[in-house]
């Protein structure tokens, strides 16, 4: 990486990071399907506006269906369901449990054989999933988080892997600020009627809204340039780590706002990153010798 490429990869991962503390804010005043459809809306703004400016071309009409998956399974599901979860789980347990998704992700790929199993992913694995299950049994125990707000908050990371395979086999070859403005902007047409026909919000502070835009706005639209900005010039590997600083960042947003954890949930962190990174090892090759 270059200066510039670090630079971009530290606000990338300091603006996702604080995403979690925004869901929590704003959830104070809107319901789930709001908290997504304003997240969805700000966010398409912030990428129709970059996707005019470099004229970008509309995604092929024969790739709708799975454009529509995508964006139910990677935009409007998921972020529906951590503002839900976050209902009853702090914001720094839920940073914890989203880096459950490349776990899900693995898990999908070998499946569908698009991955091979060696020592190293099932070494990632196990680990991993100690860190999960120290960070809920920690959690539970001190009051942080309740196990339906587990539940939904591992559903929705379960989503954004399923989309991410559904989008590796069926959307690939097309621009990435197009991919994002269109998923961005079908999650918030999907949305708009069922919030419209559930529960309204009654009284909006004014953090609660600016914490919706700054979500949408930061944690959705820019993000998503950053994100696919950095994908062009460093490697899939190298963009994809910014997974492992998420909880940290969580975890620091969540003890400014207030939250406190115990022991169990702060090892918990540190041993899921530890499976995180297992999951990507590539030995080096030996060197033949002369």
């Known amino acids: 990486m270059t200066r510039q490429d670090l630079m971009i990869w530290l606000t990338l991962s300091f603006v996702w990071g604080a995403s979690f503390i925004l869901i929590k804010v704003a959830g104070e005043s809107f319901p789930p399907l709001w908290v997504a459809l304003l997240r969805s809306c700000f966010g398409a703004a912030v990428l129709w506006a970059a996707f005019?400016?470099?004229?970008?071309?509309?995604?092929?009409?024969?790739?709708?269906?799975?454009?529509?998956?995508?964006?139910?399974?990677?935009?409007?599901?998921?972020?529906?369901?951590f503002p839900w979860g976050e209902q009853t789980v702090s914001s720094g347990i839920a940073s914890i449990l989203n880096a459950t998704t490349p776990l899900f992700s693995l898990g999908i790929a070998?499946?569908?054989?698009?991955?091979?199993?060696?020592?190293?992913?099932?070494?990632?694995?196990?680990?991993?999933?100690?860190?999960?299950?120290?960070?809920?049994?920690?959690?539970?125990?001190?009051?942080?988080?309740?196990?339906?707000?587990?539940?939904?908050?591992?559903l929705a990371t379960l989503s954004y892997a399923v989309a991410t395979a559904l989008s590796k086999r069926?959307?690939?070859?097309?621009?990435?600020?197009?991919?994002?403005?269109?998923?961005?902007?079908?999650?918030?047409?999907?949305?708009?009627?069922?919030?419209?026909?559930?529960?309204w919000p009654s009284q909006v502070s004014a953090a609660s809204l600016a914490g919706a835009a700054a979500l949408g706005v930061f944690g959705s639209g820019l993000a998503y340039l950053l994100f696919y900005t950095l994908l062009a010039r460093t490697s899939a590997t190298q963009t994809t780590?910014?997974?492992?600083?998420?909880?940290?960042?969580?975890?620091?947003?969540?003890?400014?706002?207030?939250?406190?954890?115990?022991?169990?949930?702060?090892?918990?962190?540190?041993v899921v990153i530890a499976g995180l990174v297992l999951l990507n090892w590539r030995p080096r090759p030996r060197q033949a010798v002369a």
């Open 52 to 81: 005019r400016l470099r004229r970008e071309a509309w995604p092929p009409r024969e790739l709708l269906v799975p454009l529509v998956l995508a964006a139910l399974l990677n935009n409007a599901l998921p972020w529906t369901l």
């Open 110 to 154: 070998l499946a569908v054989r698009d991955a091979q199993a060696t020592v190293w992913v099932g070494l990632g694995v196990l680990i991993g999933l100690l860190g999960v299950g120290l960070t809920v049994s920690g959690s539970l125990s001190g009051g942080h988080a309740t196990v339906l707000g587990v539940q939904l908050i591992l």
């Open 170 to 199: 069926y959307l690939q070859g097309i621009s990435a600020l197009s991919l994002a403005t269109s998923q961005l902007s079908l999650s918030a047409l999907m949305l708009l009627p069922l919030a419209l026909l559930t529960e």
């Open 241 to 270: 780590a910014i997974t492992y600083s998420l909880p940290v960042w969580g975890l620091l947003w969540g003890y400014l706002a207030g939250e406190r954890f115990g022991l169990l949930p702060l090892l918990g962190v540190v």
